[in-house]
């Protein structure tokens, strides 16, 4: 009987073991991102991949800039003055992330954590019906004793600036989003409540619904490259109304030319047809 029992405990620590062993590879799936910024012909741009059981879920192509303020002591040693830091994503960054049907989201950190972006995205239903995604959060963590960046900060440490209530990059499921234009969010820090700027350039972003490995789906412009695009094609278009509307004018006064010649009584040209008039 003893035996028994010690073989049902046996088998239960075991099938216990093998649950946990599972839950961490099922953890180490949804968090499996790969940097593949080397692969960009844009030294200022970074690619970041997240997987799930060997499936491409997000894909994020970017190039990032931070401005943070900070404070320093003055000369005189009692008042306090604001610098700013100016620091880009670089490319050995590492990655973090995690796919949902609903929500997703993506950790970038570098300098030994020194440095956090923080993205989170959600899908979500519109009035009419229509399903589309946004980032809903982001956050950055600075740490000002990183040396690199920040020059004799007063009272250095690590602090967090935050989105409230965002709704940015908007875009129609199924679609990533494109835009060339530079997108610039403010973020408020821990900090005294300083603002943190981040501004995002030369994007293709898409959390949801990728059909192939490794391959956005069709591109969904933003509203700041459209109108570029516009502006550009527009004095093309104009220039072209313009042209036909030259040729057409001339077209209808040739027309008029010839039809008024033709109409035109003819004068005789032998003055001994003129007794006969």
Same mark, same amino acid.
């Given at each position: 009987?003893?035996?028994?029992?010690?073989?049902?405990?046996? *088998?239960?620590?075991?099938?216990?073991? %093998?649950?946990?062993?599972?839950? !961490?590879?099922?953890?180490?799936? @949804?968090?499996?991102? @790969?940097?593949?910024?080397?692969? *960009?012909?844009?030294?200022?741009?970074?690619?970041?991949? $997240?997987?799930? &059981?060997?499936?491409?879920?997000?894909? $994020?192509?970017?190039?990032? !800039?931070?401005?943070?303020?900070?404070?320093? %002591?003055?000369?005189?040693?009692?008042?306090?003055?604001?610098?700013?830091?100016?620091?880009?994503?670089?490319?050995?960054?590492?990655? @973090?992330? #995690?796919?949902?049907?609903?929500?997703?989201?993506?950790?970038?950190?570098?300098?030994? #954590?020194?440095?956090?972006?923080?993205i989170n995205f959600v899908k979500e239903t519109r009035d009419k019906g229509d399903e589309v995604w946004k980032i809903s959060k982001l956050q950055f963590v600075y740490d000002?004793? @990183?040396?690199?960046?920040?020059?004799?900060?007063? &009272?250095?440490?690590?602090?967090?600036?935050?989105?409230?209530?965002? *709704?940015?990059? $908007?875009?129609?499921?199924?679609?990533?989003?494109?835009?060339?234009?530079?997108?610039?969010?403010? %973020?408020?820090?821990?900090?005294?409540?300083?603002?943190?700027? $981040?501004?995002?350039?030369?994007?293709?972003?898409?959390?949801?619904?990728?059909?192939?490995?490794?391959?956005?789906?069709?591109?969904?412009?933003?509203?700041?490259?459209?109108?570029?695009q516009l502006e550009e094609t527009l004095p093309l278009i104009l220039g072209f109304i313009l042209g036909l509307i030259i040729v057409i004018t001339l077209s209808v006064y040739h027309f008029h030319l010839k039809l008024t010649a033709v109409t035109q009584p003819q004068l005789p040209?032998?003055?001994?047809?003129?007794?006969?008039?």
């Amino acid at each position: 009987m003893e035996r028994l029992r010690f073989s049902t405990l046996d *088998s239960a620590g075991l099938l216990l073991r %093998l649950f946990g062993i599972l839950a !961490r590879l099922t953890v180490t799936a @949804e968090q499996e991102g @790969e940097n593949l910024s080397g692969l *960009s012909t844009n030294p200022d741009k970074d690619i970041f991949v $997240v997987r799930e &059981n060997g499936t491409t879920c997000l894909m $994020v192509e970017f190039a990032v !800039r931070f401005t943070v303020p900070f404070d320093v %002591l003055a000369i005189n040693g009692i008042d306090l003055i604001t610098e700013n830091a100016y620091l880009a994503l670089p490319r050995g960054a590492d990655i @973090e992330g #995690k796919c949902g049907s609903q929500d997703a989201d993506i950790h970038i950190s570098w300098k030994d #954590k020194a440095y956090t972006l923080r993205i989170n995205f959600v899908k979500e239903t519109r009035d009419k019906g229509d399903e589309v995604w946004k980032i809903s959060k982001l956050q950055f963590v600075y740490d000002t004793s @990183e040396k690199t960046h920040f020059i004799n900060p007063y &009272n250095p440490g690590k602090h967090t600036a935050s989105s409230h209530g965002l *709704s940015a990059l $908007v875009t129609p499921a199924g679609h990533s989003y494109v835009c060339e234009a530079k997108q610039t969010l403010t %973020l408020i820090s821990s900090d005294h409540q300083k603002g943190v700027t $981040v501004a995002m350039s030369d994007i293709q972003i898409q959390p949801f619904d990728i059909n192939s490995d490794f391959m956005f789906s069709e591109a969904y412009k933003c509203i700041t490259d459209q109108r570029e695009q516009l502006e550009e094609t527009l004095p093309l278009i104009l220039g072209f109304i313009l042209g036909l509307i030259i040729v057409i004018t001339l077209s209808v006064y040739h027309f008029h030319l010839k039809l008024t010649a033709v109409t035109q009584p003819q004068l005789p040209r032998d003055r001994s047809m003129y007794k006969n008039m």
